[in-house]
């Protein structure tokens, strides 16, 4: 009885090889790539070696699969430590992305609604609710721009101003802890990897 002589290309070899013949597994060396194992039927012994190349394109393939999850693991993590950071200065109702428009007046005071959807990459009706709810809690404002009517500008009122120092320390606070135990070099590389990464879609 002949075993398959094509490569088994799944990492548990046992199941693959159990697929063609009822058979116990004994071991596996990685570095020779010899299964040795037990026919359930004949009791006999048997050897068969695969190509360990395949177990090392496979092993690769979801290293680099395994980047999107990441992505959004960290995503996930820092939002959770966003809003525990808010919730330790009594800061209710917000969520990130409303901090994202909140640090874009920050640094520029007014923004036109066309500005902040740019700044914080978000779609037209998306940016407008949540202005409205940055409105409607009273930390932002908006008036016609008196050079054109047809404008909206946006801006902080006095309470909103206030978050500024909250805001900052957040961030500080975030920042020390993502890139805790990095180089500056380190760093400089992450950055660069991730917007090639975001500049391919």
């Known amino acids: 009885m002949n075993l398959p002589k094509k490569p088994i290309r799944n990492l548990r070899l046992y199941i693959v090889v159990k697929a063609f013949y009822p058979c116990s597994i004994i071991s596996f060396t990685p570095k020779t790539g010899i299964i040795t194992g037990k026919y359930l039927k004949f009791k006999k012994i ?42 330790e200065r009594n800061i209710k109702g917000l969520v990130t992305s409303h901090g994202d428009i909140l640090v874009a007046l920050f640094k520029e005071q007014v923004l036109t609604m066309k500005d902040i959807a740019n700044r914080i990459e978000k779609d037209k009706s998306t940016v407008t609710a949540l202005v409205d709810k940055l409105i409607d809690i009273g930390y932002i404002k908006k008036e016609k721009d008196p050079s054109d009517n047809r404008v909206i500008l946006v801006m902080l009122t006095e309470e909103g101003k206030k978050l500024q120092s909250n805001f900052e320390e957040i961030s500080n606070a975030l920042l020390s802890t993502v890139y805790k135990g ?19 879609f």
């Open 46 to 87: 048997f050897k068969i070696s695969i190509d360990t190349s395949l177990i090392s394109n496979y092993n690769e393939n979801m290293k680099t699969n395994t980047i999107i999850s990441l992505i959004s693991t960290i995503r996930e993590r820092a939002h959770k430590f966003i809003m525990r950071e808010m919730k």
């Open 182 to 200: 990095f180089s500056e070099g380190e760093k400089e590389i992450l950055i660069k990897s991730l917007n090639k990464i975001k500049e391919n």
